[in-house]
């Protein structure tokens, strides 16, 4: 009797082990299920931060969207679904495990949704008031935030200070930092208004040596994290008549039309290194590609999230799993973002004034729109108003996350 009672334990532990194992190292699932009327396709993919994954379907209505929520694993999250047809517009507000509310109300027009708290439309705004039961509040997805006034021309908001983000904004003596070390660099002891050849990337800023005044040889960088400044020495004379074509990591490449040369400065070896002449010149589209020197002379960029795969935007860049689409509307920006899975249907997300400051970070998209920086995350969110932004298109900013 003993001796069964110990191998039952035995395969009892065991089992249990292997159950651990099988939890540890699965790395997602696919399951379908129904909630009244609605069919749903739930996909978990744990490689991708506990992304969970949604197509939810009925007669003609389908929407996919998706969350990043820890569930341990667990299947059949979505608990109960409120639908609500209200003109042109299907609106849906899916509650999760535990009454959790984890996304705002999505409202399908067409192939587009919209978020309910970017839509001012009457009767929308009433149904949202009967979801009060479910503890829906619209106000948790606009913004609330208040600012705090640091100059005649700069107010933050620092209650939307994401965790590890780090701001650096151009000023025109050298930065301002939020996020970290809150403070001033002086680069320069005079203003200078344009500054063409500085760039952000990764967590620096680098900027040529304003000082001179037809060439230069030094580049300043400064890391956005605590505002430290180091200086890189190019053997060559540089022109100012240069551009900027874009970074690969902390490694950024520039154009010299007078020296009809690119170069590499690379701040993590802290060196300036010709990289093409003029017969061999290169830009970078995911892959590196030949340009001629007209191309370069043009002023062509880098585009690191170059792709081919939609069109008929003014701009589409491919994300991870999303594609950011950008239409213009009249002075401004439509941003829409669309899942791989399904190019065909859209998100509207916010507008934009400037396709020049866009950001993406793992949980957040920054852009300005006007004088103000914001990102996007849930919702847009301010950061940073600062008047000269829409006086002067020159001055930029940065954003890491560490």
């Not at 680098?206 to 180091?230: E, L, S, W």
Request: hydrophobic letters at 30%.
């Amino acid at each position: 009797m003993k001796y069964l009672f110990k191998t039952l334990l035995i395969f009892i532990l065991i089992f249990f082990f292997l159950k651990l194992i099988i939890f540890f190292f699965d790395s997602g699932h696919v399951v379908n299920y129904n909630i009244g009327n609605f069919k749903i396709k739930e996909e978990l993919n744990t490689k991708q931060n506990h992304n969970y994954y949604f197509t939810l379907e009925r007669e003609n209505f389908k929407i996919n969207f998706q969350i990043n929520q820890n569930y341990n694993k667990a299947e059949k999250v979505i608990d109960k679904i409120d639908y609500k047809k209200i003109g042109n517009y299907k609106c849906i507000l899916p509650i999760f495990k535990n009454g959790k509310i984890l996304t705002d109300v999505m409202c399908l027009k067409g192939n587009t949704i919209t978020y309910a708290h970017d839509l001012n439309n009457s009767n929308i705004k009433s149904y949202l008031k009967t979801l009060k039961k479910y503890g829906y509040n619209v106000n948790n997805y606009q913004d609330q935030a208040k600012g705090t006034k640091l100059s005649n021309t700069q107010t933050i908001y620092e209650e939307n200070f994401l965790e590890n983000h780090y701001i650096a904004m151009e000023t025109y003596k050298g930065l301002n930092l939020f996020g970290g070390s809150e403070k001033s660099v002086q680069i320069f002891d005079d203003d200078v208004y344009t500054k063409p050849i500085s760039y952000f990337t990764d967590k620096y800023y680098i900027v040529a040596d304003y000082t001179q005044n037809y060439t230069f040889k030094n580049f300043h960088v400064i890391n956005i994290i605590n505002g430290n400044q180091t200086d890189i020495r190019s053997y060559d004379e540089i022109s100012f008549d240069s551009y900027i074509a874009g970074a690969i990591g902390t490694d950024i490449y520039l154009f010299d039309k007078d020296a009809t040369t690119q170069y590499k400065v690379s701040i993590d070896n802290k060196n300036v290194e010709k990289f093409h002449d003029k017969d061999h010149l290169q830009t970078y589209n995911g892959k590196w590609q030949n340009i001629t020197l007209a191309q370069a002379l043009d002023g062509i960029k880098f585009n690191n999230y170059y792709t081919n795969d939609i069109k008929g935007y003014d701009k589409v860049d491919k994300v991870g799993n999303y594609y950011y689409l950008y239409k213009k509307q009249g002075d401004y920006y439509d941003v829409y973002r669309a899942d791989v899975q399904n190019k065909k249907l859209k998100t509207y997300l916010f507008k934009t004034s400037r396709l020049d400051s866009i950001i993406y970070l793992e949980d957040a998209v920054y852009y300005v729109c006007d004088n103000t920086l914001y990102y996007y995350n849930s919702g847009s969110h301010k950061v940073i108003t600062n008047t000269e932004l829409q006086f002067n298109k020159d001055l930029s900013f940065g954003a890491y996350k560490r």
